[in-house]
Protein backbone atom coordinates (compact mmCIF):
# COMPACT_ATOMS: atom_id res chain seq x y z
CA UNK A 1 0.00 0.00 0.00
CA UNK A 2 1.43 3.87 -0.63
CA UNK A 3 0.51 5.46 2.23
CA UNK A 4 0.94 9.71 0.95
CA UNK A 5 0.98 11.88 4.56
CA UNK A 6 0.17 15.35 4.43
CA UNK A 7 1.76 17.59 7.31
CA UNK A 8 3.79 14.68 7.80
CA UNK A 9 6.07 16.98 9.72
CA UNK A 10 4.22 17.18 13.07
CA UNK A 11 4.79 15.17 16.05
CA UNK A 12 1.78 12.71 15.83
CA UNK A 13 1.84 12.50 12.03
CA UNK A 14 5.50 11.44 11.75
CA UNK A 15 4.65 8.98 14.24
CA UNK A 16 1.89 7.23 12.02
CA UNK A 17 4.39 7.55 9.00
CA UNK A 18 6.99 5.18 10.89
CA UNK A 19 4.29 2.88 11.76
CA UNK A 20 3.09 2.35 8.46
CA UNK A 21 6.51 1.83 7.35
CA UNK A 22 7.17 -0.52 9.87
CA UNK A 23 4.25 -2.32 8.67
CA UNK A 24 5.32 -2.93 5.25
CA UNK A 25 3.76 0.14 3.66
CA UNK A 26 5.31 2.39 0.89
CA UNK A 27 5.22 6.00 3.11
CA UNK A 28 5.86 9.25 1.22
CA UNK A 29 4.47 12.96 2.51
CA UNK A 30 4.48 16.45 2.37
CA UNK A 31 4.93 19.39 4.79
CA UNK A 32 6.44 23.39 4.51
CA UNK A 33 8.92 24.69 7.43
CA UNK A 34 9.65 21.30 8.95
CA UNK A 35 12.72 21.54 12.04
CA UNK A 36 13.99 18.85 14.19
CA UNK A 37 13.89 16.68 15.83
CA UNK A 38 10.54 15.32 13.46
CA UNK A 39 12.76 16.17 10.77
CA UNK A 40 15.76 14.58 11.26
CA UNK A 41 13.54 11.65 12.45
CA UNK A 42 11.63 11.11 9.19
CA UNK A 43 15.05 11.47 7.09
CA UNK A 44 16.98 9.07 9.35
CA UNK A 45 14.36 6.20 8.38
CA UNK A 46 14.17 7.10 4.64
CA UNK A 47 11.08 8.88 4.20
CA UNK A 48 10.60 10.98 1.04
CA UNK A 49 9.20 14.32 2.36
CA UNK A 50 8.14 16.78 -0.34
CA UNK A 51 7.99 20.76 0.51
CA UNK A 52 4.71 22.53 0.08
CA UNK A 53 1.27 21.13 -1.27
CA UNK A 54 1.92 20.83 -4.88
CA UNK A 55 -1.06 18.16 -6.03
CA UNK A 56 1.06 16.97 -8.55
CA UNK A 57 2.67 14.88 -5.61
CA UNK A 58 -0.33 12.98 -5.68
CA UNK A 59 -0.38 11.40 -8.98
CA UNK A 60 -0.19 8.89 -9.51
CA UNK A 61 -2.68 8.56 -7.25
CA UNK A 62 -1.46 6.83 -3.70
CA UNK A 63 -3.58 4.16 -2.07
CA UNK A 64 -4.90 6.16 1.04
CA UNK A 65 -4.04 10.18 1.64
CA UNK A 66 -3.78 10.49 5.43
CA UNK A 67 -4.47 14.37 6.11
CA UNK A 68 -3.18 16.09 9.30
CA UNK A 69 -5.16 18.61 11.52
CA UNK A 70 -2.76 21.59 10.04
CA UNK A 71 -4.65 20.88 6.80
CA UNK A 72 -7.48 22.78 6.08
CA UNK A 73 -9.51 23.89 2.78
CA UNK A 74 -8.04 25.42 0.29
CA UNK A 75 -4.80 23.56 0.84
CA UNK A 76 -3.79 22.57 -3.22
CA UNK A 77 -3.41 19.19 -2.20
CA UNK A 78 -6.47 18.90 0.07
CA UNK A 79 -8.89 20.29 -2.69
CA UNK A 80 -7.30 17.91 -4.97
CA UNK A 81 -7.84 14.94 -3.12
CA UNK A 82 -11.32 15.81 -2.89
CA UNK A 83 -11.98 16.90 -6.49
CA UNK A 84 -10.29 13.45 -7.54
CA UNK A 85 -12.13 11.36 -5.34
CA UNK A 86 -8.85 9.81 -3.73
CA UNK A 87 -9.45 7.29 -0.67
CA UNK A 88 -8.30 9.80 2.30
CA UNK A 89 -8.47 9.31 5.96
CA UNK A 90 -7.52 11.28 9.49
CA UNK A 91 -4.39 10.29 10.89
CA UNK A 92 -6.55 9.32 14.32
CA UNK A 93 -8.53 7.00 12.17
CA UNK A 94 -5.95 5.11 10.26
CA UNK A 95 -3.78 4.82 12.97
CA UNK A 96 -6.87 3.08 14.95
CA UNK A 97 -7.85 0.76 11.95
CA UNK A 98 -4.80 -0.75 11.01
CA UNK A 99 -2.47 -0.53 14.45
CA UNK A 100 -4.66 -0.45 17.31
CA UNK A 101 -7.48 -2.69 16.31
CA UNK A 102 -7.68 -5.98 18.61
CA UNK A 103 -4.51 -4.39 20.81
CA UNK A 104 -4.32 -3.49 24.52
CA UNK A 105 -4.35 0.22 24.23
CA UNK A 106 -3.28 2.46 26.85
CA UNK A 107 -3.69 5.98 26.62
CA UNK A 108 -2.18 9.13 28.27
CA UNK A 109 -4.41 12.41 28.15
CA UNK A 110 -4.45 15.70 29.77
CA UNK A 111 -3.57 18.99 29.01
CA UNK A 112 0.01 18.38 30.62
CA UNK A 113 3.15 15.75 30.67
CA UNK A 114 1.29 13.60 28.19
CA UNK A 115 4.60 13.34 26.33
CA UNK A 116 6.64 12.64 29.41
CA UNK A 117 4.07 10.33 31.18
CA UNK A 118 3.51 7.92 27.82
CA UNK A 119 7.61 7.98 27.21
CA UNK A 120 7.76 7.13 30.97
CA UNK A 121 4.98 4.04 31.05
CA UNK A 122 6.55 2.84 27.38
CA UNK A 123 9.78 3.08 29.08
CA UNK A 124 8.90 0.45 32.04
CA UNK A 125 6.98 -1.93 30.14
CA UNK A 126 10.29 -1.87 27.74
CA UNK A 127 12.36 -2.39 30.92
CA UNK A 128 9.51 -5.26 32.12
CA UNK A 129 10.41 -7.14 28.95
CA UNK A 130 6.91 -6.44 27.39
CA UNK A 131 8.04 -5.20 23.69
CA UNK A 132 5.43 -2.34 23.71
CA UNK A 133 4.80 -0.54 20.54
CA UNK A 134 4.03 3.21 21.14
CA UNK A 135 3.10 6.68 19.79
CA UNK A 136 4.19 9.47 21.85
CA UNK A 137 4.33 13.41 20.59
CA UNK A 138 8.58 13.54 20.83
CA UNK A 139 11.19 10.81 20.81
CA UNK A 140 12.10 9.48 24.25
CA UNK A 141 15.56 9.37 25.66
CA UNK A 142 15.57 5.31 26.21
CA UNK A 143 14.11 4.44 22.70
CA UNK A 144 15.55 7.23 20.17
CA UNK A 145 11.96 7.29 17.67
CA UNK A 146 8.60 8.63 18.36
CA UNK A 147 6.85 5.47 17.35
CA UNK A 148 6.97 1.47 16.82
CA UNK A 149 5.15 -1.04 16.50
CA UNK A 150 6.42 -3.23 19.08
CA UNK A 151 6.24 -7.21 19.74
CA UNK A 152 3.86 -7.56 21.89
CA UNK A 153 -0.09 -6.92 22.48
CA UNK A 154 0.55 -3.64 24.00
CA UNK A 155 0.49 0.04 22.52
CA UNK A 156 1.27 2.99 24.80
CA UNK A 157 -0.68 5.95 22.91
CA UNK A 158 0.14 9.92 23.78
CA UNK A 159 -4.10 10.78 23.44
CA UNK A 160 -4.25 14.19 22.25
CA UNK A 161 -7.53 16.33 22.65
CA UNK A 162 -7.06 18.74 19.48
CA UNK A 163 -9.39 17.59 16.76
CA UNK A 164 -8.86 15.20 14.69
CA UNK A 165 -8.98 16.64 10.82
CA UNK A 166 -10.90 19.14 8.88
CA UNK A 167 -13.69 17.00 8.39
CA UNK A 168 -13.75 15.05 11.88
CA UNK A 169 -13.72 17.61 14.49
CA UNK A 170 -13.98 15.56 17.72
CA UNK A 171 -10.90 15.13 19.55
CA UNK A 172 -8.31 12.78 18.40
CA UNK A 173 -8.34 10.75 21.33
CA UNK A 174 -11.71 9.14 21.25
CA UNK A 175 -10.40 7.04 18.37
CA UNK A 176 -8.33 5.41 20.38
CA UNK A 177 -10.62 2.89 22.64
CA UNK A 178 -7.81 2.47 25.32
CA UNK A 179 -8.09 -0.01 28.34
CA UNK A 180 -5.66 1.44 30.52
CA UNK A 181 -6.36 5.33 30.53
CA UNK A 182 -4.47 8.05 32.09
CA UNK A 183 -6.39 11.67 33.21
CA UNK A 184 -3.28 13.94 34.11
CA UNK A 185 -4.80 17.16 34.18
CA UNK A 186 -7.75 19.73 32.59
CA UNK A 187 -7.06 22.99 32.04
CA UNK A 188 -8.23 25.22 29.27
CA UNK A 189 -6.51 25.30 26.25
CA UNK A 190 -6.75 25.14 22.26
CA UNK A 191 -8.74 28.44 21.89
CA UNK A 192 -8.97 27.79 18.66
CA UNK A 193 -11.50 24.90 18.86
CA UNK A 194 -12.54 25.07 21.87
CA UNK A 195 -15.54 27.80 23.25
CA UNK A 196 -14.50 27.25 27.05
CA UNK A 197 -13.82 24.78 29.85
CA UNK A 198 -16.46 22.96 29.47
CA UNK A 199 -16.15 22.08 26.12
CA UNK A 200 -13.29 20.55 26.30
CA UNK A 201 -14.29 18.44 29.54
CA UNK A 202 -17.25 17.08 27.32
CA UNK A 203 -14.61 15.66 24.87
CA UNK A 204 -12.82 13.97 27.94
CA UNK A 205 -16.09 12.63 28.90
CA UNK A 206 -16.20 11.26 25.46
CA UNK A 207 -12.76 9.08 26.14
CA UNK A 208 -14.24 8.10 29.33
CA UNK A 209 -17.37 6.70 27.50
CA UNK A 210 -15.03 4.33 25.50
CA UNK A 211 -13.17 2.75 27.98
CA UNK A 212 -14.62 -1.01 28.76
CA UNK A 213 -15.60 -2.05 31.99
CA UNK A 214 -12.95 -4.32 32.86
CA UNK A 215 -10.58 -1.29 31.83
CA UNK A 216 -8.67 1.53 34.62
CA UNK A 217 -9.28 5.36 34.44
CA UNK A 218 -6.36 6.65 36.48
CA UNK A 219 -6.65 10.39 37.56
CA UNK A 220 -4.76 12.88 38.95
CA UNK A 221 -6.51 12.98 42.92
CA UNK A 222 -5.33 17.07 42.89
CA UNK A 223 -7.48 18.05 39.60
CA UNK A 224 -10.69 19.30 40.22
CA UNK A 225 -12.17 19.72 36.84
CA UNK A 226 -11.12 16.04 35.84
CA UNK A 227 -13.36 15.22 39.33
CA UNK A 228 -16.44 16.96 37.05
CA UNK A 229 -15.90 15.12 34.13
CA UNK A 230 -16.32 11.50 36.14
CA UNK A 231 -18.56 13.25 37.72
CA UNK A 232 -20.65 12.94 34.25
CA UNK A 233 -20.57 9.33 34.47
CA UNK A 234 -17.27 6.80 35.06
CA UNK A 235 -18.61 2.88 33.88
CA UNK A 236 -14.89 1.21 34.40
CA UNK A 237 -12.67 0.36 37.32
CA UNK A 238 -11.43 3.91 39.09
CA UNK A 239 -8.04 4.95 40.89
CA UNK A 240 -6.25 7.91 41.69
CA UNK A 241 -2.76 9.03 42.14
CA UNK A 242 -1.28 12.22 44.01
CA UNK A 243 -3.68 10.88 46.72
CA UNK A 244 -3.93 9.09 49.73
CA UNK A 245 -6.46 6.60 48.94
CA UNK A 246 -4.82 5.65 45.98
CA UNK A 247 -0.97 6.24 44.86
CA UNK A 248 0.94 9.13 46.38
CA UNK A 249 4.65 9.71 47.53
CA UNK A 250 7.13 10.89 50.19
CA UNK A 251 10.01 12.54 48.89
CA UNK A 252 13.36 11.57 50.23
CA UNK A 253 15.70 13.94 48.07
CA UNK A 254 15.02 18.08 47.66
CA UNK A 255 13.63 18.76 44.10
CA UNK A 256 12.01 15.48 44.10
CA UNK A 257 14.82 13.73 42.62
CA UNK A 258 14.99 10.74 44.82
CA UNK A 259 11.25 9.22 46.50
CA UNK A 260 9.02 6.77 47.67
CA UNK A 261 5.87 5.12 45.73
CA UNK A 262 3.06 4.82 48.19
CA UNK A 263 -0.05 2.40 47.49
CA UNK A 264 -3.31 3.12 49.85
CA UNK A 265 -0.13 4.58 52.43
CA UNK A 266 2.46 1.35 52.18
CA UNK A 267 5.79 1.81 50.09
CA UNK A 268 5.63 -0.34 47.24
CA UNK A 269 8.96 1.02 45.74
CA UNK A 270 11.30 3.76 45.05
CA UNK A 271 12.54 5.95 42.32
CA UNK A 272 15.83 7.81 42.18
CA UNK A 273 16.26 9.98 38.71
CA UNK A 274 17.52 12.95 37.66
CA UNK A 275 14.14 14.23 37.06
CA UNK A 276 13.40 17.45 39.27
CA UNK A 277 9.53 19.17 39.91
CA UNK A 278 6.07 17.68 41.59
CA UNK A 279 4.66 17.88 37.79
CA UNK A 280 7.44 15.05 37.22
CA UNK A 281 6.89 13.05 40.47
CA UNK A 282 2.73 13.01 39.43
CA UNK A 283 4.07 11.44 35.83
CA UNK A 284 5.93 9.45 37.35
CA UNK A 285 3.10 7.39 39.71
CA UNK A 286 0.98 7.52 36.55
CA UNK A 287 3.30 5.69 34.93
CA UNK A 288 3.67 3.14 37.95
CA UNK A 289 -0.11 2.74 38.29
CA UNK A 290 -0.82 2.32 34.76
CA UNK A 291 2.31 -0.38 34.49
CA UNK A 292 0.73 -2.16 37.28
CA UNK A 293 -2.53 -2.73 35.31
CA UNK A 294 -0.89 -4.80 32.68
CA UNK A 295 1.51 -6.56 34.92
CA UNK A 296 4.31 -4.84 36.03
CA UNK A 297 4.91 -4.41 39.91
CA UNK A 298 6.13 -0.98 40.97
CA UNK A 299 9.22 -2.40 42.36
CA UNK A 300 9.94 -2.90 38.44
CA UNK A 301 8.64 0.07 37.43
CA UNK A 302 10.19 1.95 40.23
CA UNK A 303 13.64 0.77 38.81
CA UNK A 304 12.55 1.55 35.29
CA UNK A 305 11.89 4.82 35.96
CA UNK A 306 15.57 5.15 38.56
CA UNK A 307 17.11 5.28 34.68
CA UNK A 308 14.39 6.92 32.41
CA UNK A 309 16.32 9.45 30.14
CA UNK A 310 14.16 11.99 29.60
CA UNK A 311 12.93 13.01 26.19
CA UNK A 312 13.54 15.27 23.67
CA UNK A 313 12.65 19.42 24.39
CA UNK A 314 11.41 18.37 27.50
CA UNK A 315 13.79 20.27 29.68
CA UNK A 316 16.73 18.91 27.28
CA UNK A 317 20.43 20.19 27.55
CA UNK A 318 21.33 21.58 24.14
CA UNK A 319 24.80 22.68 24.86
CA UNK A 320 27.24 24.25 27.40
CA UNK A 321 29.59 26.80 26.88
CA UNK A 322 31.50 28.60 29.45
CA UNK A 323 29.67 27.21 32.27
CA UNK A 324 26.34 28.03 30.48
CA UNK A 325 23.95 25.68 29.94
CA UNK A 326 21.14 25.98 27.48
CA UNK A 327 17.98 23.83 27.52
CA UNK A 328 15.04 23.29 25.33
CA UNK A 329 11.56 22.90 26.43
CA UNK A 330 8.32 22.50 25.37
CA UNK A 331 6.14 24.30 27.47
CA UNK A 332 3.72 27.09 25.89
CA UNK A 333 1.18 26.45 28.49
CA UNK A 334 1.07 29.21 31.54
CA UNK A 335 0.70 26.04 33.62
CA UNK A 336 3.71 24.65 31.94
CA UNK A 337 5.98 27.36 32.09
CA UNK A 338 5.55 27.53 35.71
CA UNK A 339 5.95 24.39 36.60
CA UNK A 340 8.97 24.04 34.00
CA UNK A 341 10.31 26.96 36.36
CA UNK A 342 9.08 25.42 39.55
CA UNK A 343 10.99 22.79 39.21
CA UNK A 344 14.55 23.98 37.59
CA UNK A 345 14.42 26.19 40.73
CA UNK A 346 13.52 23.08 42.65
CA UNK A 347 17.14 22.00 42.02
CA UNK A 348 18.93 25.57 42.31
CA UNK A 349 17.19 26.49 45.85
CA UNK A 350 17.98 29.89 46.95
CA UNK A 351 22.06 30.43 48.96
CA UNK A 352 22.97 26.90 46.89
CA UNK A 353 25.87 28.87 44.83
CA UNK A 354 24.35 27.94 41.95
CA UNK A 355 23.83 30.58 39.04
CA UNK A 356 20.36 32.46 37.76
CA UNK A 357 17.68 30.69 35.55
CA UNK A 358 16.75 32.92 32.66
CA UNK A 359 13.82 32.00 30.94
CA UNK A 360 14.09 32.56 27.33
CA UNK A 361 10.06 32.21 25.65
CA UNK A 362 8.18 32.38 22.47
CA UNK A 363 4.35 32.69 22.89
CA UNK A 364 3.22 30.95 20.15
CA UNK A 365 0.31 28.30 20.63
CA UNK A 366 -3.06 29.47 18.96
CA UNK A 367 -4.20 29.92 22.58
CA UNK A 368 -1.64 32.44 23.33
CA UNK A 369 -1.94 34.09 20.10
CA UNK A 370 -5.68 34.58 21.02
CA UNK A 371 -4.90 36.89 24.32
CA UNK A 372 -6.18 33.93 26.09
CA UNK A 373 -3.41 33.65 28.81
CA UNK A 374 -1.84 37.05 28.85
CA UNK A 375 -3.31 38.06 32.39
CA UNK A 376 -1.19 34.96 33.25
CA UNK A 377 1.87 35.04 31.63
CA UNK A 378 4.14 37.27 34.13
CA UNK A 379 2.89 34.93 37.01
CA UNK A 380 4.20 32.04 35.12
CA UNK A 381 7.42 33.66 34.78
CA UNK A 382 7.88 33.90 38.39
CA UNK A 383 10.67 31.29 38.98
CA UNK A 384 13.06 33.13 36.54
CA UNK A 385 15.50 35.71 37.50
CA UNK A 386 15.49 36.96 34.31
CA UNK A 387 13.02 36.87 31.05
CA UNK A 388 13.45 37.20 27.60
CA UNK A 389 10.23 37.21 25.90
CA UNK A 390 10.02 37.25 22.18
CA UNK A 391 7.02 39.27 20.40
CA UNK A 392 6.01 37.26 16.93
CA UNK A 393 4.22 39.41 14.35
CA UNK A 394 1.08 36.90 15.26
CA UNK A 395 0.77 38.19 18.30
CA UNK A 396 -1.96 41.30 18.24
CA UNK A 397 -1.76 42.23 21.56
CA UNK A 398 0.57 44.23 23.99
CA UNK A 399 2.77 41.65 25.37
CA UNK A 400 5.08 44.39 27.53
CA UNK A 401 1.95 45.69 29.26
CA UNK A 402 1.21 42.17 30.55
CA UNK A 403 4.39 41.39 31.44
CA UNK A 404 4.92 45.13 32.99
CA UNK A 405 4.77 43.90 36.82
CA UNK A 406 7.79 41.43 36.34
CA UNK A 407 9.96 45.36 35.92
CA UNK A 408 13.33 45.20 35.10
CA UNK A 409 13.64 41.73 34.93
CA UNK A 410 11.68 40.93 31.72
CA UNK A 411 13.11 41.99 28.42
CA UNK A 412 10.57 42.08 25.43
CA UNK A 413 11.67 41.62 21.43
CA UNK A 414 10.51 41.81 18.15
CA UNK A 415 13.68 40.34 16.28
CA UNK A 416 15.29 37.20 17.33
CA UNK A 417 19.11 38.12 16.58
CA UNK A 418 19.25 40.88 18.98
CA UNK A 419 17.38 39.10 21.58
CA UNK A 420 19.93 36.31 21.45
CA UNK A 421 22.67 39.14 21.61
CA UNK A 422 20.82 40.46 25.18
CA UNK A 423 20.35 36.73 26.42
CA UNK A 424 24.56 35.92 25.69
CA UNK A 425 25.56 39.21 27.00
CA UNK A 426 23.71 38.84 30.27
CA UNK A 427 24.17 34.93 31.13
CA UNK A 428 27.63 34.42 33.30
CA UNK A 429 29.04 31.19 34.67
CA UNK A 430 26.79 28.91 36.81
CA UNK A 431 23.66 30.52 34.92
CA UNK A 432 21.30 28.12 32.94
CA UNK A 433 18.88 29.26 29.81
CA UNK A 434 16.10 27.21 29.32
CA UNK A 435 14.41 28.24 26.06
CA UNK A 436 10.20 27.68 25.82
CA UNK A 437 8.32 26.86 22.90
CA UNK A 438 6.03 24.68 21.10
CA UNK A 439 7.57 25.51 17.43
CA UNK A 440 11.36 25.77 16.15
CA UNK A 441 11.87 29.45 17.33
CA UNK A 442 14.16 30.55 14.47
CA UNK A 443 16.57 27.61 15.53
CA UNK A 444 17.85 29.99 18.81
CA UNK A 445 19.24 27.27 20.35
CA UNK A 446 21.96 27.21 18.63
CA UNK A 447 22.64 30.91 17.87
CA UNK A 448 22.61 30.97 21.62
CA UNK A 449 25.27 28.42 21.89
CA UNK A 450 27.10 29.96 19.22
CA UNK A 451 26.58 33.74 20.62
CA UNK A 452 28.25 32.09 24.29
CA UNK A 453 31.13 30.81 22.25
Known amino acids: MHVHILGIGGTFMAGVALLARAEGHRVTGSDKGLYPPMSTQLAAAGIDVIDGYDPEQLKPAP ?161 ANLDAVLDLGCWSEHAKFADDSGWSYHSIEPGDSQFEVLFQRQPVASVNWDLSGKHNLFNGLAAIAAARHVGVTPEVAGNALSCFKGVKRRMELRGEVSGVRVYDDFAHHPTAIATTLAGLRAGRPAGSGRGRIIAVLEPRSNTMRLGVHQQTLATALHDADISFVYQPESLTWDLSASLATLGDSVHVGTEIDPLVAQVAAAATSGDCIVVMSNGGFGGIHERLLQALA
Open 63 to 223: DVVVIGNAMSRGNPAVEYTLDAGLNYSSGPQWLAEHVLRSRWVLAVAGTHGKTTTASMLAWILEHAGMAPGFLIGGIPGNFGESARLGDSDFFVVEADEYDTAFFDKRSKFVHYHPRTLILNNLEFDHADIFDDLDAIKRQFHHLVRTVPASGLILQNGED
